[in-house]
């Protein structure tokens, strides 16, 4: 495939901040770029080939959307997975695939898939909504981290659950409650694999968090952190990495 053809065209599902990023890379190489995001006032506008304003959680939009390009990826989980699926089992290259995102779409699932591999995650249950966690908050141990399982992001869909009344006026939707895990530092490490499987690890960061949003506020490379820690970090990430097995970040 030639990458360095003007005739060749790369789908991006999002036209976000992530996705800007990306075109800062892309106007490198002589490739036309594409982009589909439901709002006008999408960052990536102004720096793509081509802007189509539509709802990436819509089959059509999605589906024809990728039919019109040699590569498909996104910058937001928050896509219609059976059009990629589709577009993937039609021949085009989608990534990462449908089949990673399927993984990390719903934290429900997410969470199950580590528990299976034997991940380190905080323990959790889940529950199909609200209403059911109500009923066995007792059994539950105070504090813990209430998240919704999909349509998650920068904050949204999580809260801290000190006491019962904690969870008034909080969407009925699939959850779950995760235990509370005392930590020193919160680390970040970004894994690359691309079609061949060679992989790549970018230092590791360490974030520091907005006490009330939830929200990353600071992202500080390299981590305040000793090696070993580092290291150790890097093997998880390069773990969990193969286990899912993706192309792409």
Not at 186 to 198: F, H, R, S, T
Request: charged share 25%; with cysteine.
């Amino acid at each position: 495939m030639n990458y360095f053809s003007s005739d060749f065209k790369l789908g991006i599902l999002g036209g976000g901040q992530l996705g800007k990023m990306l075109l800062f890379d892309t106007r490198k190489f002589d490739i036309q770029t594409y982009i589909l995001d439901p709002s006008d006032d999408a960052p990536c506008k102004i720096a793509c080939n081509q802007f189509f304003k539509g709802d990436l959680m819509d089959f059509d939009t999605v589906y024809n959307f990728g039919k019109q390009v040699d590569v498909l990826t996104f910058e937001i989980e928050l896509v219609n997975l059976e059009a990629l699926e589709k577009l993937e089992n039609e021949g085009l290259p989608v990534y990462p695939s449908p089949k990673t995102l399927r993984l990390i779409q719903n934290k429900g699932v997410q969470k199950e898939f580590y528990s299976q591999h034997n991940i380190p995650t905080a323990p959790f249950e889940k529950f199909s909504n609200l209403e059911n966690l109500k009923s066995e908050i007792s059994n539950l141990k105070l504090p813990f981290v209430w998240k919704c399982t999909e349509f998650g992001y920068d904050g949204n869909g999580v809260k801290v659950v000190r006491q019962a009344s904690d969870l008034d006026n909080l969407p009925n939707v699939e959850c779950i409650a995760e235990e509370m895990i005392p930590f020193k530092n919160e680390l970040a490490v970004i894994v690359c694999q691309n079609p061949k499987g060679e992989i790549k690890t970018y230092p590791v960061v360490e974030m520091e968090f907005h006490p009330e949003a939830n929200q990353v506020e600071y992202v500080i490379c390299p981590a305040r952190i000793d090696e070993k820690v580092a290291e150790k970090a890097r093997a998880i990430a390069l773990e969990v990495s193969k286990k899912f097995n993706h192309v792409g970040l």
